[in-house]
């Protein structure tokens, strides 16, 4: 009688996740090598489709980012930094100019000793806890950007970042589809603290210019 019941939970359960569709949630152990699609290291020759990797233990295992129609995407053809910003606020290329340098200037020391130390990488990588630290990151390509940081579990959590040299510098939106204020830096740029521009755990979306 008891062998009968344990069989025929057996069948309910199969019959249920069959129901469910058959999806089946498996965590992977942090020593396999053998998970599709997770690597160990960020790799220089990206993989076609692949916009950018996450992790969320510190860089032991990369989760790649592939395009998502209307929130991960290529910034399409003839869109231009200037321009796009026109619509948020800047409104004439001269304007831009300036306030590109004069965030610049905002450089403190700290950040400008860190800005010495360039990342060659073809990734800009962004943090969720001060100083580079923390388990959940994101590394973005130059040329692509997200609507929407909440679709990749990223939604208000920046608080440091490294801007590749390979990219024309970045955006972050206080809003989701680039909304509310924003903060800009030019390309080679590191922020250990993006707290001491009022831009702790804010940003929602994001952009990578092209050079």
Not at 28 to 50: C, H, Q, R
Not at 106 to 114: F, G, I, R, V
Request: charged share 20%; glycine share 10%; proline share 4%.
């Amino acid at each position: 009688m008891i062998m009968r019941r344990v069989l025929l939970a057996v069948v309910f359960l199969a019959l249920t996740l069959g129901l469910l569709g058959g999806t089946v949630v498996m965590a992977y152990d942090e020593n396999s090598e053998d998970v599709p699609g997770v690597i160990t290291e960020l790799p220089e020759d990206v993989p076609a489709g692949v916009v950018g990797y996450y992790t969320e233990d510190a860089g032991k295992h990369w989760t790649p980012i592939t395009q998502e129609q209307g929130i991960i995407e290529r910034i399409p053809d003839g869109i231009n930094k200037s321009d796009f910003m026109a619509a948020h606020g800047v409104s004439t290329k001269e304007e831009m100019a300036k306030f590109l340098e004069d965030q610049r200037k905002l450089l403190s020391e700290e950040e400008a000793s860190e800005a010495g130390r360039m990342i060659l990488s073809v990734y800009s990588i962004f943090y969720k806890d001060n100083f580079y630290y923390g388990g959940r990151q994101l590394a973005l390509l130059a040329g692509y950007w997200v609507k929407d940081l909440a679709v990749i579990g990223m939604d208000n959590i920046f608080s440091s970042y490294r801007l590749s040299t390979a990219s024309g510098g970045s955006t972050i939106f206080d809003y989701a589809y680039y909304g509310g204020d924003w903060f800009e830096r030019p390309g080679g740029t590191n922020i250990p603290r993006l707290s001491q521009y009022g831009w702790n755990d804010r940003a929602s979306s994001v952009i990578c210019w092209p050079q």
